[in-house]
């Protein structure tokens, strides 16, 4: 489908790009980052593990303590497995993820460039249209000038 049909019967496509502006932010995902990230909640777990085996001497000052904490790790560890299992399924797809994220982008950025080609292109025909139609019509008004100014000779009419 050219741009002109593009434009002229689905013109709300030409600007898709805008609903994948998150593409940028996408691309620029680091995967080191997200690793340390969960390195460091992992980390924050093991010392609510550490803060709760240390206040088993604490004795029945610390037993509500205990027991919010181990509430706590019995959702935080099963929260974090989830995530872990879902970093790892990135990890593992991450040369796809970002041959994809990639791919969309250079599309994009390559169909806006040909779409504002192609409306440059259209200006330029519609100004050489407009261009040629005047000089039809400046050719026009010469042709009939030139014949409303040729005199009649009327010793040739019988």
Known sequence: MSGRVLADKLPE???FSKDL???E???KIQMRI???EMQAISKGLEKVVQELSTSEIDGPVSENFRK???DFLLSAEAEVRT???LYSGVFSNLEVYLDVISTLRNFVRMFNQAHVENCRQLELETKKAAESEKLKMDASRKESKRHLQTPIHTGNVK
């Open 13 to 15: 496509v030409l600007d």
């Open 21 to 23: 502006a998150s593409l």
């Open 25 to 27: 932010a996408a691309s």
């Open 34 to 36: 997200l690793a340390e």
């Open 68 to 70: 919010t904490s181990k």
């Open 83 to 85: 995530l872990a299992s």
